[in-house]
């Protein structure tokens, strides 16, 4: 398959490598377009570059020649790899920053994202880095990690560019993953419901939403039209998926009945109150030196709704935090509730669950096979999700492009 490619060469010694890469990429068959860095000019021949892409090496946002092609490229790429991507390029994507060209074109693209960091030991595992790593992997961006051998400075390490190879093999597997995923529509529900008791209190829950985030972020990575229904948080939305807020247990209900038709594959991450008043005061209520007893109704079970709605081809996917990770009663729950999938994580645990960024979930099948997914951050699992719902259910907008017998395989990510 024949893809455009923006490679993207920053500031590393590593980037002399990359004519190499762009000599492999087109003898795959793709298009490939060099946008680099001013740093990057320094360490690779600009000529050799253009003679083995076809194509003029970008750099300058300010030359008129790219200030008006960079909303082409932008538009026009299939994927962005920054390969090698310095700690300094890294740490500028995380935040956002915008001050030429290679950096304008991440916050323009809308195509998935790889980045291969390329530095010395003490630059990658530095906490700067590996904050700004959690930050893009949040944000569906892939990592090809690098390698654990002899660096620039003479040293044996971790942070040696990832072998041409393996940077090869990564893009075709996000590549087809991505043939996979495109067209499939991603309905998820994430975060807390609130419960009005007056117009200034309410019942809520300790729901983060960064799990229903994770999978939103995960699913749009890969090409999916994702949209998020969402409970209060303050977390970022992350890019390329279309929100709707709530508060009510009864508002989530009567957007998931109306989106889930619309739907291939259903997340119900979002932890829905049971309860709610009978009657919420209309105004605040005043303390009275009195007893104040709250008459609680059951909400109806949202999960339970859709799996009675749901049609052929539907994927349905619940969540059970339980205390007791009794995996008959989980069976149950399943089936009972109607899902096509069971992700259950224990709530007992202080080092995982809600609020972390971790979480350790079991995944549970309707025949009874379950898969300990193991720990890992909430982005990492999410990708662990979509490759297991990848094996279970197929999309029939793939099945009719064509893609059914493709093998699994995802480039690795950033754990
Ligand atoms: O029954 P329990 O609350 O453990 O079930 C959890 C699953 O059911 C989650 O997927 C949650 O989003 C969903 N749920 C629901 N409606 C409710 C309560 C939970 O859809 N009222």
């Given amino acids: 398959m024949r893809r455009k490619i923006l490679l993207g060469?920053?500031?590393?010694?590593?980037?002399?490598?990359?004519?190499?890469l762009i000599r492999l990429l087109r003898q795959d068959g793709h298009d490939v377009q060099v946008v680099a860095t001013k740093s990057a000019l320094h360490f690779f021949p600009v000529l050799t570059a253009e003679v083995f892409s076809g194509h003029p090496v970008y750099s300058d946002l300010f030359d008129p020649a790219c200030s008006v092609r960079h909303i082409e490229l932008a538009r026009d790429a299939d994927v962005l790899l920054i390969a090698p991507v310095s700690a300094d390029f890294l740490s500028k994507m995380a935040l956002g920053l915008a001050d030429d060209l290679l950096s304008t074109l991440c916050l323009t693209v809308t195509c998935p994202v790889l980045?291969?960091?390329a530095m010395e030991e003490n630059m990658y595992v530095h906490p700067a880095i590996q904050k700004h790593r959690k930050t893009l992997a949040a944000r569906g961006i892939y990592e090809i990690p690098p390698e654990t051998g002899p660096l620039a400075s003479g040293k044996e390490g971790l942070g040696r560019f990832a072998s041409l190879e393996t940077i090869r093999h990564s893009l075709k597997t996000k590549l087809m993953q991505n043939e996979r995923w495109s067209g499939v529509r991603v309905l998820v529900s994430a975060g807390p419901t609130y419960e009005p008791i007056d117009p200034v209190r309410f019942i809520g829950n300790r729901s983060s939403g960064k799990m229903g985030y994770a999978l939103a972020a995960a699913s749009a990575a890969r090409g999916a039209q994702v949209t998020l229904i969402s409970g209060p948080t303050s977390l970022p939305l992350p890019p390329g998926v279309e929100?709707?807020?709530?508060?009510?247990?009864?508002?989530?209900?009567?957007?998931?009945?109306?989106l889930f038709p619309e739907h291939d594959i259903c997340f119900m991450a979002a932890a829905v109150s049971d309860y709610r008043l009978d009657r919420p005061h209309s105004s605040k209520k005043k303390k009275d030196g009195n007893t104040w007893t709250l008459s609680l109704v059951e909400n109806p079970d949202i999960l339970s709704g859709l799996s009675r709605q749901k049609s052929p081809g539907q994927f349905l996917v619940g969540f059970a935090a339980e205390s007791d990770m009794n995996p008959e009663k989980l069976l149950e729950k399943l089936r009972k509730k109607g899902a096509d999938m069971l992700l259950a994580n224990d709530i007992s645990r202080p080092d995982i669950g809600f609020s972390s960024d971790e979480n350790e979930i079991t995944l549970f099948h309707p025949d009874g096979t379950s898969l300990p997914l193991g720990k890992h951050s909430k982005i990492v699992l999410s990708n662990k999700i979509l490759d297991e719902i990848e094996k279970v259910w197929r999309c029939p907008a793939a099945s009719s492009n064509g893609n059914k017998d493709q093998p699994n395989g995802n480039a690795p990510l950033s754990d």
């Fill in 9 to 20: 060469i920053t500031g590393s010694i590593a980037a002399y490598k990359t004519l190499e």
């Fill in 115 to 117: 980045v291969a960091p």
């Fill in 243 to 258: 929100v709707l807020r709530i508060e009510t247990a009864e508002d989530l209900g009567i957007s998931m009945d109306r």
